[in-house]
């Protein structure tokens, strides 16, 4: 599932696909559209140019010159590619932008639980007002403001995107082993230690997976042993423990986060 990392390695290929003139849209399947219809989609986009793209949390923004804002949310199997026009179309592209004459940029999504829709300043701010702020600015004392008053566990508190926006389930149980926090303490339980273990590891978490475009799949991650057949903790060696958190699977080093 595309959680921050991957999503701002999309808002790259956004950048690697230029702030070009859409010269033709293709709506390959109508399931992706959320709140905008095929017809709409082409009478506020076709012929604008696509202006700097931005994201926050998992949600990413494009802007278009003097027009909406394509916003794009991408589930569980969303991404974006862009290819040059000739290159044959993938089985899940299902919405086609044609950049200029030397781009086209594809939004690909096998199961289509989320999408691509049009916002206006007002709607991209109903969006924003939604989620609380980013995980890759977030500082250690908002951190723990926002933590210290949530009644849930720790890890539910994580991926609740009104809470911190852009963790999903990898990252937060990558980010809890690194802390040393055992994923089911409540959140206002932790001590100031722990908060600040917690910033800290989030931070170094990020800036890692960010450059790699995803969560690295390392073994000396946690990310790199959780399906493992028999999944050992990178740090102890101990067998690794897996649950359901928040009716999220959550694998975690009972020896290293007691």
């Given at each position: ?6 999503v701002?390695g999309?808002?790259r290929?956004?950048?690697t ?8 849209i ?6 992706v559209?959320?709140g905008?219809?095929e017809?709409r989609l ?8 696509l202006?700097k793209?931005w ?5 990413l923004?494009?802007p278009?010159?003097g027009g ?8 569980m ?11 044959p179309?993938?089985?899940h592209?299902r ?10 940029l594809?939004?690909r ?5 989320q999408g691509?829709q049009?916002?206006d ?7 924003l007002?939604?989620?609380g ?11 723990t403001?926002?933590?210290?008053g949530r009644?849930?566990a720790?890890k ?6 009104s809470?911190i926006?852009?963790l999903?389930?990898l990252l937060c ?8 926090v055992a994923?089911r303490?409540?959140?206002?339980d ?7 273990d ?8 990020l800036?890692?997976?960010?450059r790699a475009?995803?969560?690295p799949p390392?073994?000396?991650w946690l990310t790199?042993?959780r399906d ?10 101990r067998?690794l423990?897996?649950?359901?958190t928040?009716g999220?699977?959550?694998v975690?080093c009972?020896?290293c986060?007691?």
């Amino acid at each position: 599932m595309p959680e921050l990392p991957d999503v701002e390695g999309f808002r790259r290929v956004l950048i690697t696909c230029g702030r070009r003139r859409v010269t033709g849209i293709e709506v390959r399947d109508a399931g992706v559209l959320r709140g905008v219809t095929e017809k709409r989609l082409r009478k506020e986009c076709g012929g604008r140019r696509l202006g700097k793209a931005w994201r926050h949390g998992k949600w990413l923004f494009a802007p278009t010159d003097g027009g909406p804002t394509l916003v794009f949310h991408f589930g569980m199997t969303g991404s974006l590619w862009c290819c040059s026009p000739d290159e044959p179309l993938a089985a899940h592209d299902r919405l086609v932008l044609t950049l200029g004459d030397a781009r086209s940029l594809r939004y690909r999504d096998q199961r289509k639980l989320q999408g691509v829709q049009l916002a206006d300043e007002a709607a991209v701010d109903r969006i924003l007002d939604r989620l609380g702020p980013d995980a890759l600015v977030v500082d250690r004392g908002e951190l723990t403001e926002l933590l210290s008053g949530r009644r849930g566990a720790v890890k539910s508190a994580l991926m609740d995107q009104s809470v911190i926006a852009g963790l999903g389930n990898l990252l937060c149980d990558e980010i809890l082993w690194r802390a040393r926090v055992a994923p089911r303490t409540p959140a206002r339980d932790l001590s100031e230690t722990a908060y600040r273990d917690l910033h800290a590891a989030m931070g170094r978490v990020l800036r890692t997976a960010v450059r790699a475009g995803r969560v690295p799949p390392r073994r000396s991650w946690l990310t790199g042993r959780r399906d493992d057949s028999e999944p050992l903790c990178p740090r102890c060696g101990r067998s690794l423990s897996s649950g359901r958190t928040g009716g999220r699977r959550t694998v975690w080093c009972p020896h290293c986060q007691s």
